[in-house]
């Protein structure tokens, strides 16, 4: 559907960070296909969709041939969210069950059931005349209609009976049942497709990708996403060409005059910077050095630490960088520093490289990441570890920010823990090498 000025109308689909996946929501009148294995977030996803738009003040229907109403008001007590205001037509038991009849037949379930169950959503529709419609069950419709061709003709149906009555819908699907070449996002505008898997150490890994949306462009690629207390958090892939900002060129000073002077003033705006060395040389001081100088100009920085815990960081840091009264805690208390410490068994890279931006967003002018061993060594699992942080720091430089972070080994090359060696010094504009005196005697 368009609006008066010819362009596509969306509809906000309630999911933090999946309206910028889609490039702006839902298309008004669409048809979608939400795809996923149990426990993988479908149902969330749309109870999160219908229950914005009641917000909205719009007519929301949610069919159900799998959950519930039970369930449902379970799903929703987990989350704080309350139905009230949404139609839900539940499905889960045939007229059969209800009325404690008998369900054994001579017929074959989509001679009987198919038919007593399209009429009773049929029915539900028209009493209600929603303009949004979430039907969680396309598994169960497909077991009932027999055969491959009665399913696609009654899909087929139910798009062009939903169409005429100007319905946004959702079909959620779990891909239980497969039904040989007949695939059901060829017969749907918009395609969704939410996966789950176990690594062998930490939370579930939880990823989405859109495969078609049709009418309406979409960002490709996988997404990472979680589930929380509030509903699905999507974390859309960073692209960093698509965040080019001008800004000025600031040199961040580290307060120690030498040091100062090897690096002409300082760190330069919008420049990654790699702290290389063995452990005990004052790696992780040095770049706190930058931190408490920016903060004593009032300028906020973020640091994310992997290899200690927070109180340690901070006492350290008190001891021989901040110099100030009441310490960093007093710069977290003002809002002007963000730190935390990462736990990478429980956080993808998706989601880290979006706390990374939202410290952006709320004026970082300098960022650390110390170290990046922890980041990389925590995350064998995960592919392309080193091209997302490529991504990142390229979006950080384009931001403005100074980017430090802080590598612990002898060389050049970084160890991943999984038999091979990464070389991370292309990702550095600029690369400190920080030896002891005893390390040096030992290496002569």
Not at 239 to 263: I, K, T, Y
Not at 307 to 321: A, P, Q, Y
Request: charged share 25%; proline share 3%.
């Amino acid at each position: 559907m368009t609006n008066d000025s010819g362009k596509p109308e969306y509809v906000p689909t309630g999911v933090p960070g999946l309206d910028h996946v889609l490039r702006g929501g839902f298309l008004r009148e669409g048809f979608y296909l939400v795809q996923g294995d149990p426990g993988s977030g479908k149902t969330t996803v749309a109870l999160q969709y219908v229950l914005c738009r009641r917000e909205a003040g719009e007519r929301c229907l949610y069919i159900s041939l799998t959950e519930s109403r039970r369930d449902f008001a379970n799903a929703c007590r987990s989350h704080g969210w309350s139905l009230e205001g949404v139609d839900l037509c539940d499905l889960t038991r045939s007229a059969a069950n209800l009325a404690d009849q008998s369900e054994v037949s001579i017929f074959h379930p989509s001679e009987t059931e198919l038919g007593e169950t399209t009429r009773a959503i049929l029915a539900e529709v028209d009493r209600v005349r929603p303009q949004h419609v979430v039907f969680d069950g396309l598994s169960e419709m497909r077991l009932l209609s027999g055969d491959a061709l009665r399913y696609r003709r009654q899909l087929l149906a139910l798009k062009e009976f939903f169409a005429e009555r100007g319905a946004t819908v959702l079909l959620l699907d779990d891909r239980s049942s497969a039904f040989g070449e007949l695939q059901p996002e060829s017969l749907v505008g918009g395609n969704i497709v939410l996966e789950r898997h176990l690594p062998e150490y930490g939370r579930a890994r939880r990823r989405l990708f859109v495969t078609k949306v049709r009418g309406s462009n979409f960002k490709e690629g996988y997404h990472d996403y979680e589930i929380a207390r509030g509903g699905v958090i999507v974390h859309p892939r960073l692209v960093a060409a698509e965040h080019h900002d001008r800004f000025s060129q600031e040199v961040w000073p580290s307060g120690v005059a030498n040091l100062d002077a090897m690096l002409a003033g300082g760190l330069s705006a919008g420049t990654t910077t790699l702290l290389l060395g063995p452990a005990g040389v004052g790696k992780s001081t040095v770049s706190m050095l930058f931190v408490a100088n920016a903060l004593r100009k009032r300028e906020k920085a973020a640091v994310y630490i992997f290899d200690e815990v927070l109180g340690t960081l901070f006492e350290r840091s008190d001891k021989l960088c901040c110099g100030e009264e009441g310490g960093l805690r007093k710069f977290v208390a003002e809002g002007r520093l963000h730190a935390q410490q990462v736990d990478p068994a429980e956080m993808s890279p998706g989601a880290f490289a979006h706390e990374v931006r939202r410290a952006v967003d709320e004026g970082a002018k300098i960022i650390v990441i110390d170290s990046l061993n922890g980041y990389l060594n925590a995350m064998p699992e995960e592919r392309f570890l080193t091209t997302r942080l490529h991504e990142m720091f390229a979006y950080l430089n384009q931001k403005g920010v100074s980017t430090i972070m802080v590598v612990a080994q002898h060389g050049m090359m970084l160890g991943t823990g999984g038999g091979g060696d990464i070389d991370v010094s292309y990702l550095a504009d600029t690369v400190l090498l920080s030896v002891s005196r005893c390390a040096s005697s030992a290496a002569s």
